[in-house]
Every structure is written in structure tokens, then in C-alpha cells.
């Protein structure tokens, strides 16, 4: 409790570039949290599914079963629910339409993320316009006699380094975040287009078939 108190009051020292630098931090901790529910509620592959598309020799209605498993806001599901149910057609009409979802899937899963890389920016330049004014503030009460309020100067130097310090650590945190999801959304598109090929190489497979039959 003494802590959280400290800590309160460090944050009123901190002038009025505090507002907007929590204004971050919580856009910053809902944007965290929002991708975290997205990718534990809708971008789970179960590995009984990811074996079955990777054996070659599969049945297309136990792929199917598996899929419709995942439920319809899965975006496993909505990828692989585009090649399974034009399976029959050609391959290049296939891989055209799983293309066309898997960018209406990245720009789902990168929903937010460009807030946290302007926060990564933001962050330190509204600390560091904290540690302007604060620094000013204090070059204010400097008189030519010499220090006129030696509180107020320490005030002023509280202010700048509070400023400083917390736009440097949202920053990190935001950087940290964005780097982390940034990976989640490259590994994730990898396996669709890993995992889609696989499908579609087994539609190539009929139609050779079909062409020598």
C-alpha cells in the first residue's frame, strides 16, 4: 500500500504530460489484452488437425469434420473452410480465393497493432516534452540573485525525470508487446500458407489423376 502510494504521488509530480502518457498506457494494456483473447479464443490449431493436413493421404470429410470442429470464428476455420469447400474445383480458382482470405485474415490479426507502434513513438516524445517544461519550470525560478524557490526547482527536476521515466517505460512495454504479436501474426500466416498448401497440393493431385483416368 505504501508503494502504490509513492508511486501515486510520484505521478502528481509528473506535470501535465502524465495525462496523456497513462492515456497510452491504458490504450496500450487494452490493445495487450485484445490481442491476447484473439489469439487464445480464435487462432488455436489443435495438433490432431495439423498432423491430418500434413499426411498427404487424407479424406476430405474427416478434413472437413476436423475444421467445422474449430468453430465458424476460428480463423483456422474460415482459411481452410475456402479450399475444403471448392476442393473440386480447379486449384489455381482455389489458391486464388485462399489468397484473397488469408489478407482479410492479416489484416484481422494486425487490427490494433499500428497503435502500438505509435505508442513506441509517442511515448518518449511526450516524455521528453515532460522533461522540457519540467526543466523550464525550474530555469523559471532562477532569478538573478540566484535560486529564488530551491522546492520549486527540485519540483521542476522531479517533474522532467517522472516524465522521462514513464514515457521511456511505455514505450518498452508497447515495443515489447508489438514485437510479440507482430511474430504471432508472421508464424500464424506461415502455417495457413504452409498448411493451404498442403490442401491444394492434394487437389493438384486429383486433377493429374484425372487427367491420366
Not at 492515456?23 to 496500450?28: N, P, Y
Not at 501474426?185 to 491444394?200: H, K, S, Y
Amino acid at each position: 500500500m505504501k508503494d502504490l502510494q509513492e508511486a501515486l504521488i510520484a505521478l502528481q509530480l509528473g506535470g501535465s504530460m502524465i495525462y496523456p502518457l497513462v492515456f497510452l498506457t491504458l490504450l496500450a494494456l487494452v490493445l495487450t489484452l485484445d490481442r491476447i483473447y484473439v489469439y487464445w479464443r480464435y487462432v488455436r490449431l489443435p495438433t490432431s488437425l495439423l498432423e491430418l493436413i500434413e499426411n498427404h493421404d487424407f479424406d476430405w470429410s474427416t478434413v472437413s469434420q476436423n475444421v467445422k470442429a474449430l468453430g465458424p470464428k476460428n480463423y483456422y476455420h474460415q482459411f481452410f473452410s475456402i479450399i475444403i469447400s471448392n476442393h473440386q474445383k480447379p486449384s489455381w480458382w482455389v489458391s486464388s480465393r485462399a489468397a484473397d482470405e488469408a489478407q482479410v485474415i492479416e489484416k484481422a490479426l494486425s487490427r490494433g497493432l499500428w497503435l502500438l507502434e505509435t505508442t513506441v513513438t509517442a511515448a518518449p516524445l511526450l516524455g521528453l516534452l515532460g522533461t522540457i517544461t519540467g526543466m523550464m519550470h525550474s530555469f523559471n525560478l532562477i532569478g538573478a540573485g540566484g535560486i529564488v524557490d530551491p522546492t520549486g526547482v527540485t519540483g521542476g527536476v522531479a517533474q522532467a525525470l517522472i516524465a522521462t521515466a514513464m514515457g521511456l517505460l511505455i514505450a518498452l512495454l508497447a515495443l515489447f508487446a508489438f514485437n510479440y504479436f507482430s511474430r504471432l501474426q508472421a508464424q500464424t500466416l506461415d502455417d495457413m500458407e504452409r498448411l493451404g498448401t498442403r490442401l491444394i497440393d492434394n487437389i493438384r493431385l486429383l486433377e493429374v489423376s484425372d487427367r491420366k483416368g
